[in-house]
């Protein structure tokens, strides 16, 4: 039987506070697949030894319970792919917030058109959803979101954790992303060891072009 594997240095995997969680739940995931193997292999073996012991006494009501042991089975593989992507999600919501303070700090620091800018937020009612808010709060900033070839990852990332939350929002899940990377054929959410890995990779890039953005922007106002 496969062993856990011990959680590996993190300041090895990777540069920074944002992609190390990142990487932690991706490493998170793995285990969380292993360990689905290993019950569900488990489960199998004793569902074909118990046949194999007596098939002539082999009852279909023992048939049934093996079944409803799978069903739990991949409810709870559902329940850990689902734990994974809110988590990435509130993950990506926790650097939007640090990288706005940043953004509003060097904006404060800074000596020029302060308080136009201020006023001009302050002017400004918050519509939408948080992603859109933090969206059009960058673009004032001069740093357009949308403009990062994996902002459509990111905003599925977050659609995938509504879904979760507020099933509700399945259709307008599926009305912006035509070829959903978080859904099954049954429009349930999943996420593959494929995904997670391109997931994680994918959103590091953005922090990292963001946190390049705002290292930029505070250049040209000199703080």
Request: hydrophobic share 35%; charged share 35%.
């Amino acid at each position: 039987m496969t062993e856990p594997m011990e959680m590996p240095s993190l300041d090895d995997l990777a540069p920074d506070p944002f992609a190390q969680k990142l990487e932690r739940l991706k490493w998170i995931y793995s285990q969380m697949e292993m360990a689905f193997g290993v019950e569900r292999q488990l489960l199998q073996e004793e569902r074909q030894a118990n046949v194999d012991r007596d098939p002539d006494s082999y009852k279909e009501w023992e048939h049934l319970i093996f079944d409803e042991q799978e069903c739990d089975l991949e409810a709870r593989n559902k329940l850990r792919a689902e734990f994974v992507l809110v988590s990435l999600a509130d993950t990506v919501r926790e650097l939007l917030k640090e990288a706005k303070s940043e953004v509003d700090r060097t904006t404060r620091d800074s000596s020029v058109g302060v308080s136009n800018i201020a006023n001009d937020r302050k002017s400004k009612k918050s519509r939408g959803d948080w992603l859109t808010r933090f969206r059009e709060f960058f673009q004032e900033s001069q740093i357009d979101l949308a403009g990062h070839a994996e902002w459509d990852r990111v905003q599925e990332v977050v659609a995938a954790r509504n879904v979760i939350q507020h099933p509700e929002s399945l259709q307008n899940y599926l009305t912006c992303h035509r070829d959903p990377r978080y859904l099954n054929e049954n429009a349930e959410v999943q996420l593959t060891r494929g995904e997670i890995n391109a997931t994680v990779n994918g959103l590091r890039d953005f922090g990292a072009w963001l946190r390049d953005q705002i290292t930029a922007g505070s250049r040209k106002t000199g703080t």
